[in-house]
């Protein structure tokens, strides 16, 4: 651990409960978060502001049994606004002058659901879930529930109950399971369902492939040769298209940066299994857009070599031979699918780079991300490209930048049944 030198902060210009955003995904979307009693209620007020860091704003509701397990001060502290404790005569319950645009019921205890289920209104939280449902039927609101109990309270009424509300449109987020109880996800996790739920982006419900990271050739049982990317870029742009409501698949190599548990991933081991699993998810799946931002391989040893070379200089030289250029058979047997490539080069001039990026539209393919080695931002941010027919390249900057960008052109497209 570094000493500190007892010196004060640097100074912010976020006020004391002001939150930095992560992104814009629930802007403008009015949260109504419902806390029940259970001992993951003391997380409530880190929820309610991992919430407004994607830009939401929340009102907490909460029941008594709730507060032996977090308090008003926190709560009102996190979400800003006065916390909701009981039934009054302004029928906050109702919401009708101010709707909510989705209620998150987390913790949700066994108790809950079940009153939930079978119509029971008895207090604060449960004649606002039993309006809820009626905005619900309507088409007013969304519902997600994320249940939070111990194991020996999963019965048949639990079940049934879980299955009545699914059946009636509500959300009911898996809960991470740990010690033989259903305990709360991680918030990024709740905080990304809530999104996907309210997200109205046309890539809702799209199934999107993309690919990311290295993709190793194998040199002997043990030694491989793979390259510096990471990966990073890939996640990004999942992790968007993911708060968008899209169906994406990640395909990422090994050896790349570790994807959210929440992802949808799966990874490559080497290049054959890269390049067998991308088609293997394309003739399974009717995939509308894909994204091959994966670093793979050029070349691949001619044969691969047998147990483990001993040390020591055994192997005195190694014959490569290229390898087979996955997009161009993605291209050839999927000719429907929107494919999206990526371009790196060094050395190149600016004019250069767009040139080999159009070069490649000429091929057939949908659109290049094009960037170069040397051209980063003032802070060291990545800097692409974004080339597509008949327009002119747009300059995309910062990982999370180009992800955005990467995502808006997507919905254009789709938009436009895909005429670009």
Known sequence: MKPWNFTP??????????VPLHGTHLQGKRIALLITGSIAALKAPLLARELRREGAE??????????????????????????????????????????????????????TINKMRYGIADGVITSTLASALGKLEQGQ?????????????????LTESLQQLHHW???????????????????????????RLVSSSPLKGIPILVTGGPTPVPIDNIRRITNRFRGTLSLKIT???????????????????????????????TYEHYAQLVLDHLQQYPYVFGIFSAAVADYQPERVLPGKIPSGGALHSLKLVPTGK???????????????????????THKELIDIAQKRLEQGYNAVVANRG?????????????????KTAEKMMGKEGIARAISNHLEACFSTTLQV
Request: proline residues 7%.
């Open 326 to 348: 996955v997009i161009e058979r993605v291209r050839t047997e999927f000719p429907d699918l929107y494919m999206v490539t990526f371009k790196y080069q060094e050395d190149v």
């Open 58 to 111: 929340v009102t907490a509701f909460t029941s008594t049994e709730a507060l032996r397990y977090t308090t008003l001060d926190s709560l009102e502290w996190s979400s800003t606004h006065p916390v909701i404790t009981k039934l009054t005569a302004a029928a906050e319950h109702l919401s009708d002058e101010d709707p909510f645009d989705v209620y998150v019921v987390a913790p949700a205890t066994y108790n």
């Open 374 to 390: 040397e051209e980063t931002g003032e802070q060291g941010e990545q800097i692409a490209y974004w080339v597509s027919k008949n």
């Open 9 to 18: 902060p640097p100074a912010s210009e976020l006020g004391d409960r002001e």
């Open 239 to 269: 992790e968007e298209l993911y708060l968008r409501g899209a169906e994406v698949q990640l395909i990422l190599g090994t050896g790349g940066d570790t994807p959210p548990s929440y992802f949808p991933c799966e990874i490559a081991q």
């Open 141 to 157: 609101t969304q519902i997600l529930i994320v249940p939070t109990m111990h194991g020996s309270l999963h019965n048949r009424i």
């Open 169 to 195: 449109g509500v959300e009911i987020m898996p809960p991470k399971e740990a010690y033989g109880k259903h305990n709360l996800p991680d918030l990024r996790s709740i905080v990304t369902t809530v999104s």
